[in-house]
Each structure stands twice: as structure tokens, then as C-alpha cells.
């Protein structure tokens, strides 16, 4: 059965769902997952966790990503995008050197307002649901990390290219909308490419197309423990690897504290563990059972 990771280069057009049904049937695998949703005119890394491998997608989606995005300036739209509805517009006169002046204002540590175009849930309600119907409602703003924010280019008097690198949930076309805002003519995103997600980049990815007319497209899953490539690896006695196996604590004193990637004594990957207090408990288990 098939098991482990792709990184899939995502087309525009398609929605990350889409995606994993594509490779349910490549794979002939229904237990496919993605980690971090793109929508469908983003395009760029995808990274599909399939078979025993969908237990990881709770990690990857907890990393930051990076992106490159387009900022329109001058135009404000319904959805913070060029897809959506044009609400205003507006005369742009900005300058590399003053829009690289308010990018200041949005790195480190910042507070963002969700979209109403989004799936996140208000008293129950996905909020483009309500968007759909022509609701507004009220949206408690969330804390998120830009790590690095910085200009690309410039291929039109109000068309900037925008590097992001980011924490978990942070919204980029929410991000190109309040640096308009700061810059006083508004904005919206134009594009938008994933270029790093989960510690996987574009180099690493595959089209759709090349997953599909591969000879063995269940040779080019890569191992579920290469996204735990950043953890020690332990390789555990047998007797160990049993109580590994039967979700028992091993106690190892002389073990230091942290997260490991553990193995069986035939280098299976079993699970993901935490040693503390000289005893050694298991996050995650990925051996077939």
C-alpha cells in the first residue's frame, strides 16, 4: 500500500481537495491529506501526505510558509483579490522606497483581521458562506508572524511583487489588502505562488501531470520521517521497541530531553517520541499495526 509524502506543485484552477482526489486514484490510496490549503488561484507547493503518512499532516500544518504575491495597488476588492468584486479605486503614486517604508509596519509579531472570504467559523457559520449572502459580520482579530517581508519587484506603476515568509494562518491577501490601507490608494493580491511549506520548496515538487505518467507513481512518495529529518534519530533495542509497540513509556535515563525520530532494530520509522525525565513517550506512531 502506498505511504508517504508528494509535493505537488499546484496548478491555478484547481482547489487543494482537488489535488488529493487526483492522487486518491493515481495512488489507488483513500487515506490522502494535504497540509495547508491553497485556493485555487494560488499555485505552488502542496505537500500530500498519503496512507499511514496522513498522521504527520497535524505537523506540517503547524510551519511557516513562504510566498511570492502580487500587490495591486489602487484597486479594493470583496475578496482581497483580483477575483473578487471592485469596490473602490483609487490613484497610485508610490515609490519601491515607500512601500519597502510601510512593509515595517507588518513584520514580526502583527494582528490580522480574517477575511469574510475565508472557512473560518463564526457561531458556527464559515464565513464565506455569509460573504455569499452579503453578510458582514464582526471578526476577532488573530496574532500571526511575518518572519520576512520584502519587495521583489516592480513590473507597473501600482504591480508590485511581495516576498512573505509567515506563521501558520496568516492570510496574504488579507496582508497585500492592509498594506494598501497603510499606503492610503488600498490594495488587493493579484497572484499568488507557495514557494516553502512544511520545509519543502519548490525543488522538491512535481506537477500533477508528472505524478500521473509516472511508471510507478508510488515510487516518488518520499518517507513520512523525512519531514522529521530535523529530529535526532534513535534506534531502539528490542525490548524498547516493543514497549514502542504496545504504546507503553520506555524508561532511558541517560536520554537527553527532546523530540526524536525512533526506529525498530530493522530500521523501520516508528514513531515520533518525546524523551523527559528519563523516559521516553510516544507523540505519534507511524509502524503498520
Request: glycine share 10%.
Amino acid at each position: 500500500m502506498a505511504n508517504g509524502i508528494i509535493i505537488i506543485d499546484k496548478s491555478q484552477g484547481w482547489t487543494s481537495m482537488d489535488v488529493c482526489a487526483k492522487l486518491r486514484g493515481i495512488l489507488h490510496e483513500k487515506r490522502v491529506g494535504h497540509a495547508g490549503t491553497l485556493d485555487p488561484m494560488a499555485t505552488g507547493v502542496l505537500p500530500v501526505f498519503v496512507g499511514r503518512a496522513t498522521r504527520a499532516v497535524e505537523f506540517a500544518d503547524k510551519s511557516d510558509k513562504e510566498y511570492i504575491a502580487g500587490l495591486k495597488l489602487g484597486v479594493i476588492t470583496n475578496t482581497q483579490d483580483t477575483s473578487g468584486q471592485v469596490e473602490e479605486r483609487h490613484p497610485v503614486s508610490v515609490t519601491p522606497d515607500r512601500l519597502e517604508e510601510v512593509l515595517g509596519q507588518f513584520r514580526g509579531d502583527i494582528l490580522q483581521v480574517p477575511p469574510m472570504y475565508s472557512a473560518i467559523k463564526i457561531n458556527g457559520k464559515k464565513l464565506y458562506e455569509l460573504a455569499r449572502k452579503g453578510r458582514e459580520v464582526e471578526r476577532p482579530p488573530r496574532p500571526v508572524t511575518i518572519r520576512s517581508l520584502m519587495v521583489e519587484g516592480q513590473s507597473a506603476p501600482d504591480e508590485f511583487t511581495i516576498r512573505v515568509r509567515c506563521s501558520k494562518g496568516t492570510y496574504v491577501r488579507t496582508l497585500c489588502h492592509d498594506i494598501g490601507m497603510a499606503l492610503g490608494c488600498g490594495g488587493c493580491m493579484s497572484s499568488l505562488r507557495r514557494t516553502m511549506a512544511a520545509g519543502f520548496g519548490l525543488e522538491d515538487a512535481l506537477t500533477l501531470d508528472q505524478a500521473g505518467e509516472a511508471a510507478d507513481p508510488a515510487a516518488l512518495l518520499r518517507p513520512v520521517d523525512a519531514f522529521f529529518a530535523d529530529r535526532e534519530k534513535l534506534v531502539l533495542d528490542p525490548a524498547a521497541e516493543r514497549k514502542v509497540r504496545n504504546g507503553m513509556t520506555v524508561v532511558m535515563p541517560r536520554l537527553a530531553t527532546g523530540e526524536y525520530r525512533v526506529y525498530g532494530q530493522n530500521g523501520e520509522f516508528l514513531a515520533l517520541c518525546r524523551a523527559g525525565s528519563g523516559k521516553l513517550t510516544t507523540i505519534k506512531s507511524f509502524f503498520q499495526v
